[in-house]
């Protein structure tokens, strides 16, 4: 039987609180192969919840789920120059099967841009076949070198949408209005406020025309690149000619996007609502809403009787784990609260004289007693509170970490502090590899709109006149 | 646009009549790799579907999805003999990244058994953490010389059951009660009839003590197997080192058991069910339930007012399409067919005067004129008779097709006339492989309960006593 151990707290050393976390919340193990993870039940299920609800989004803008193969021909890879550049070095590669070379190299899809290119090539005669609109749930791998679970793993899940349209107006929209579905589901299920905004020509996509992203804040002040929305315009379909006849009936090059989620938002998750207790899990997407503790059963055989009886009735609207074991109670609670369940139940001996249980909230940690004959109306009410407390709670942190700086010793003062820099700037590609050099701090994004108010009208970095806000900060 | 192009019919040229099917109904794509496809919408709706009903039944056992590495280390395969020499010739091997030669190789998971015993042998210590019961839907891949698709595709999809026992009555029980929910699930919801039974020593798992199958036939008579439950007993075990303490404090190997179905379930559907003007797919799997055709709604706009009303309406319970296109009525109708949705409403303008449309059963054809006041009553009626028709004809073919033989030239004839033998066998594992060179058939199972009374009480090949009965045919 596992034995709970001892967690670092956050203040003292966030990356080691991390690993503490996850591993004594059973959310992961690590995997054979250096730098893999295994996903198990716990956080599997979160993502299995992310998937089912994100799905249905997907269903409503007319997306249709389809499933690529995992391998990619050299040959294809090769078709558009930029996008291979930018993968090329993390390409785990197929040489051989069963011990015989093989006459053409395979990679593994580190994304699947040019599986849908020769798919859609296919597909599209007409105007009448646009749009396209496809996504898949898919692993993926990328050969990282330095790797850390859940945030930056060789192989991960993910949801990569490619979408086709008969004119660039139609596919820039679908890329804001995907952009603004993954911030509205990360805000609303996983309580996780976020920045969105355009990336720079540095940061974009290799293959993209731009890249709208979602940028979220640990608690530890680093940036998490959340979801990402990328206007391809015609770079795939003119390298891959992919033509329709348009209305005109001349043949045109069609005009794509593409975006996606993974499972980093499971880190993203971890790191912006857990403590040092453990993980927290908000409730629209926890796999289990509701931890019911038996207390000193063995005192009084009622307890079992009334929470077993709780547990099948919050079973029907909820989804509901009942500890009916012998452990201490200590311990009972200590395990709840390590695996992030937003609510726990308490029955003992006296709770079950008074008609009454004793509620826990994993966020607060506040204990309500609660007559039996409310339980189902209050812990509807508290998980609701629960949800809405994670988001406004992390949602202060976020506004309140933002900084202006007006030149770059300030710069270099407020990433040390941990702060999120946002001023103008006019520093060119070779400006922000040097300030990530110097600082350790990236561009996350130009904000669609400056969550504070900007007063300097110079970049802080080069002292032009600019009026192109930037935000940076250090990132995962 | 796409034309809809000329079926081969089934008795012309059954395996010209699949590929004609798949690729008229939008199932499939081929991919850039060879022996590769790409599941379309409507395949990989079903599989969705397959999915998440199996994912239920799986929970009413305890079973929890996790996710595991694709890669699996050569050093960790070798571990187990047996299972890496079934395995061996058809790995694909990763060797190099980015160009550089990697200092281990890789091999593409053809199925997980040592990465998840190389992760029960963390997680296993004692009796009490036992029993451990995981599953996983993933992509594996297996380098087939010979491809078919959804039958037998490099690259597949499915799940894999894999769990651990303190002993080994309880691993045998879930090897059969797993086999039992494949039965009940694909004869309930894909409307397949299935024998069960055991494979012979020669067909079993590569690793395994035993293996459970499930056997489907396909319209053309050949077999299918269509899912497989395995007792590895302590094979695996053994290999890793997998101990627990038990009740006595003794160490002592664990049990195991693995189980599996996959995409090749979407090609058992389609050679059960489907026929010269397309596939047919079970209403309780199919991705769209219900086609709602307009017929020359130019010719009167309350066509359009009416389907859309109807629309509105059945969506709240069923899966329901529209197509409002200005198509042919035979065009739209062809269109249904061929993509295999259950049930079709036809509206024109003088089913509006009348207030009734058509209802056309995709499985009969039958056309029903319906008053639209009982529309929904009856379509909900229909959709479970098209359901019990579709699995009652197909058990009618299965039952009808089996044949007794009592001696080889007889086996000859019944197998080259498409029958599935049944016999005492008595042969050994090289009779086995010589009667597949001969006639094309295999072993399919010794079932649980033979399917027609067994005359014979002498081996139809080897003329010695025999009580084990065997099912013989060629197979997918």
Chains 1, 2 share one sequence.
């Not at 034995?3 to 203040?11: G, S, V």
């Not at 291979?84 to 390409?91: D, I, M, R, V």
């Not at 726990?344 to 249980?357: A, S, Y």
Request: proline fraction near 4%; charge should be positive.
């Amino acid at each position: 039987m596992k034995q709970l151990e001892k967690i670092t707290p956050q203040k003292e050393d966030f990356a080691k609180w991390y690993t503490d976390v996850i591993k004594n919340g059973d959310l992961m193990a690590y995997g054979a192969t250096k730098g893999s993870i295994i996903f198990k039940p716990l956080s599997f299920g979160i993502w299995d919840n992310i998937r089912y609800n994100m799905d249905k989004e997907f269903k409503k803008n007319n997306i249709k789920n389809v499933y690529l193969p995992l391998l990619i021909p050299e040959s294809l890879l090769q078709k558009e120059k930029d996008h291979l550049a930018g993968f090329n070095p993390e390409l785990a590669t197929v040489t051989e099967v069963g011990g015989k070379k093989l006459s053409e190299k395979y990679f593994i899809r580190p994304t699947s841009e040019v599986l849908f290119a020769d798919l859609f090539k296919n597909e599209i005669e007409s105007h009448n076949d646009l749009p396209i609109l496809y996504n898949q749930w898919v692993n993926v791998l990328r050969w990282e070198k330095t790797t850390n679970p859940f945030l930056r793993t060789r192989e991960f899940l993910w949801q990569e949408g490619h979408t086709m349209h008969a004119n660039s107006l139609e596919a820039k929209d679908l890329t804001y209005s995907m952009l603004n579905v993954y911030k509205n589901f990360v805000e609303a299920y996983l309580a996780i406020p976020v920045l969105s905004g355009n990336k720079t020509e540095h940061e974009k996509f290799s293959g993209a025309d731009f890249t709208l992203t979602i940028e979220a804040m640990m608690k530890d002040g680093k940036a998490l690149q959340s979801g990402t929305s990328h206007y391809l315009g015609q770079n795939f379909t003119k390298a891959f000619g992919i033509t329709f006849k348009n209305k005109n009936n001349e043949e045109e090059f069609a005009y794509g996007i593409s975006f996606g989620i993974s499972t980093r938002l499971l880190g993203a998750l971890i790191m912006t609502h857990g403590d040092d207790r453990g993980i927290i899990i908000p409730p629209k997407i926890a796999p289990i809403q509701i931890d019911i503790l038996e207390i000193l059963a063995n005192k009084d055989k009622h307890v079992h009787e009334v929470a077993l009886e709780i547990f099948n009735k919050l079973s029907k609207k909820f989804s509901v784990s009942l500890d009916s074991s012998e452990k201490m109670p200590g311990f009972k609670a200590a395990n709840s609260e390590i695996h992030g369940t937003p609510l726990r139940i308490e029955i003992g001996p006296k709770d079950t004289l008074k008609q009454q249980v004793i509620l826990v909230r994993r966020d607060t940690l506040e204990k309500i007693i609660c007559p039996l004959s409310s339980l189902e109306k209050t812990v509807k009410k508290l998980l609701i509170e629960i949800q809405n407390y994670l988001y406004l709670t992390a949602k202060d942190r976020l506004l309140n970490n933002f900084i202006e700086v007006t030149n770059y010793e300030e710069f270099k003062n407020a990433i040390q502090n941990g702060k999120w820099v946002i001023a103008p700037f006019e520093g060119t590609e070779e400006d922000e590899v040097k300030i990530k050099e110097e600082t350790g701090a990236s561009t996350r994004c130009i904000p669609f709109k400056s969550p504070i108010t900007i007063k300097s009208k110079n970049c802080f970095y080069t002292g032009k006149k600019s009026n192109r806000i930037v935000v940076f900060a250090r990132a995962y």
